[in-house]
């Protein structure tokens, strides 16, 4: 297990988006491409949502924050926090999503996943919200598994379209 201590959570700035877009591609693709989808689904979705003008008018949001996690001087993975209206969904109370959480290919199963949540929870406490909301694909078994070991609730779903394949999210959150 990684140690809290080693990771670090750095604040993308504006002039990081080639390094966001390589890190967001190459981490949406090892976790949903094939077998898990077609190349052409996953190709297609990649060329809609992961462009440099998208990414860098993300990071530009006001209410959108993207942090690389970085174990010791290595970036393994990021993530993508929503307030207000940068949320993807309109949801009833004081809330952040998590929109994204990725590692790279070779730091999963590591403990990073529990230390990150550890850090977003911490996050979102000093902002004084009262949960943490997320969408996770319906398929994605062991990711429900480790969001409900970690007092996640299922609360709702959403669709997802991935190039012509309509999928179901699951909506969980967890109240701080």
Known sequence: MVESKELNFVRVLPEDNHTMLNIGKATFYQSFGP?????????????????????????????????????????VGYIKLNFGS????????????????????????????LNILNWITTFTEQCKLDFIWLGVWDRNINAIKFYKRNGFIKFGEHPFLLGNDLQTDHLMKRVL
């Not at 949502?49 to 993300?58: D, R, V």
Request: no cysteine.
């Open 86 to 113: 940068a949320q993807t969904e309109t949801i009833t109370g004081n809330s952040l999503e998590i929109e994204r959480i990725y590692l790279v290919q070779g730091h999963q199963g590591k403990g990073l996943g």
């Open 35 to 75: 077998p898990l989808n077609t190349e052409e689904n996953i190709q297609k979705y990649l060329d809609q949502h992961f462009t440099l003008p998208k990414i860098t008018q993300e990071i530009l949001h006001p209410e959108s924050y993207f942090y690389f996690i970085k174990h010791k001087k290595d970036i």
